[in-house]
């Protein structure tokens, strides 16, 4: 069995995507050979494991065990973190019957490679925002999904998130007045989804800007938050003629990053788009949670603004046809039931831009395993009586 794993494990070290099929294979062995208790036990038991994990991160267990040089007692735990020794004792035990943390005898624990995982500052954001918002949300979602008729939802105003926290407001606005939460979203929204690739490694900026105008907007990045995206532009194509423009909320731009060369302007991308003739209108995991006619909204203002020269750049999941990752379809079902909105398949992501009176072009993948993807989106090709491009 053991020289099995490590063939496995050599295998899992060649390539990420080598690495994501080992990981699926072995969770498919591993499910293949459950009883029926064990079903009941993986799925009735996920909202406990995450309870307790959550515990752990709570009392920075997990940061305790990563940054001793050895195994801590549970005394010596109790004493760093304060809870009660007979308490400790059993989240401990706990902690380690999921992989969590590795126990050592029965009183003494360390870090194991979960534990320095759930150390890493990421890691606690992230499962802080999912424990303190979104389960809220799946918890309520087959009843809200019931009592909508199975049907997709369609208004931010209308999800299960407002029926999770009782509140008329959508998850931004919410957000607002739950300073704690929005912490846990904001710190994971940072720090998540950085691969070593971006799209400026599979897309063809210098062939499509050559010669352009120093005084017109080169690259518009349009709901960007602080800037990162125009900082790694204007690293890139530092030479390139043309502005280079951070969008968003001024609460947002009023934070930027000081780019040299990045003009920062305060714009809802819910109103119209005041650079017009840009070369490259540029969205990165913008539209994927909003609702369909928010995202009709966006797309028209945009077009609005194009001319026969600009490109709309969709930074977004591509999800393929079949066999999409649990992680890439967790993100869908979140879409789901925080916004009316959804993860799209490139056949769905065309009928969208078809709708709004745009063209898909072409879609570069730079991050196969994430299905990251960056869709070149015009208007459309103006066609004669016979069919030829004008």
Partial sequence: MEAALEQVRKLATLSEDGRR???????????????????????GHAHLQAAIVQVGIDLKLFRYLVESDGPLTIQQLSEKTGAELDLLTRVLRFLASIGAISENDKVQYSANHITRNLAERLVE???????TTA??????????????????????????FQVAFNTPLNSYAWFATHPVQLDHFNTYMALRRKPVNTWLSVYPVEKEASNWPAEKGLYV??????????????????????RVILQDL??????????HGVEN???????????????????????HNQSPPNVRRVLDNIKAAMTPESILLIDELVLPEYGVSYIASSIDMTMLSAFAS???????????????GLELKRTYTYYPTGYESVMDVRLPSAKSTNGEIK
């Fill in 135 to 160: 389960a809220s949300q799946y918890q309520v979602l087959p009843d809200y999904l019931k009592d909508t008729g199975y049907k997709n939802p369609v208004d931010e105003n209308k999800t299960a």
């Fill in 221 to 242: 990045n349009i709901g960007g938050s602080i800037g990162h995206q125009c900082a790694q532009f204007k690293e890139k194509y530092p030479h390139l003629q043309g």
């Fill in 21 to 43: 099929e080992a990981m699926v294979a072995l969770h498919n062995l591993a499910y293949s050979l459950e009883t029926h208790h064990d079903t009941i036990h993986r799925y």
């Fill in 342 to 356: 959804t993860e799209r398949t490139e056949a769905q992501w065309s009928k969208t831009f078809e709708e709004a």
């Fill in 125 to 131: 954001a992230g499962l802080s925002h999912y424990f």
């Fill in 265 to 287: 302007i305060a714009h809802d991308m819910f109103e119209p788009q005041p650079i017009v003739g840009a070369k490259f209108y540029y969205l990165r995991a913008v539209l």
């Fill in 250 to 259: 001024s609460h947002s731009v009023a934070n930027a990053l000081p780019t």
